[in-house]
């Protein structure tokens, strides 16, 4: 809760002194948690950020230089968690596995990588980019081709645009497409992941003919 970040703060009302590295971590705490409340297409108020982090407006400029390098910091510590996440085992698991496990990895309290990236879009920046480690991903569905579970006559590229479109659409409107649909986030999770279990092993027959 933001109330909890103001207790920083001494019973006497005065700030405690903190370096530089801690008063930046601060305000990505607080732009993070104010998202988290607010919603992303509401933006990001700089001035109560400052506010709750319990500094100068001033000192988010003099870190950060804007409120987008803000977000992208906000951006570098989140997608810096999601990757640790999944390069815990060092076993390389097959397509379908990999990919289902890459799709449970969310968490309705948080606020997350597509959401932030969403942001920045929505602020007019043209630099960011939609699919982080897309060369890395598109590595891994060539082995997939090499294992069998993507017919060679599949388009990689594509396929890996499809998947991050998929996920990352999905991670924004998890909640709003729960509601809509009438069932608890967690069951619509589990059937979606079956949809998504389905799409993932039919990769391994060839493309059908489209004309």
Same mark, same amino acid.
């Given at each position: /809760?933001? &109330?909890?970040? @103001?207790? *920083?703060?001494t019973k006497k009302g005065t700030k405690p002194k903190r370096s530089r590295a801690e008063t930046e971590q601060r305000l990505i705490d607080v732009a993070l948690e104010l998202i988290r409340k607010n919603g992303v297409l509401a933006g990001l108020n700089l001035r109560q950020v400052a506010e709750v982090a319990g500094v100068n407006r001033g000192n988010i400029y003099h870190y950060f230089g804007s409120r987008q390098e803000l977000l992208r910091a906000a951006i570098n510590r989140q997608f810096d968690a999601f990757v640790n996440s999944l390069t @815990? &085992?060092?076993?390389?698991? #097959?397509?379908?596995?990999r990919r289902l496990r890459a799709f449970?990895?969310?968490? *309705? !309290?948080?606020? !997350?990588? *597509? /959401?932030?990236?969403?942001l920045l879009v929505l602020d007019g920046d043209d630099t960011v980019d939609p699919i982080p480690l897309y060369e890395?991903?598109? *590595?891994?569905? #060539?082995q997939d081709v090499i294992d069998g579970d993507i017919d060679r006559g599949h388009d990689l590229d594509a396929l890996q645009v499809a998947l991050s479109a998929?996920?990352?659409?999905?991670?924004i409107f998890r909640l709003p497409y729960a509601k809509r649909v009438g069932i608890k986030p967690k069951e619509l999770d589990d059937r979606i992941a079956k949809i998504l279990r389905?799409?993932?092993?039919? /990769?391994?027959?060839?493309?059908?003919d489209s004309r």
């Open positions: /809760m933001i &109330s909890t970040i @103001k207790e *920083s703060q @815990k &085992s060092k076993a390389r698991a #097959r397509l379908v596995a449970r990895l969310h968490d *309705s !309290n948080d606020t !997350n990588d *597509s /959401m932030l990236r969403a890395e991903q598109l *590595s891994q569905l #060539r998929f996920l990352r659409g999905y991670r389905t799409w993932l092993e039919a /990769m391994a027959q060839p493309p059908k």
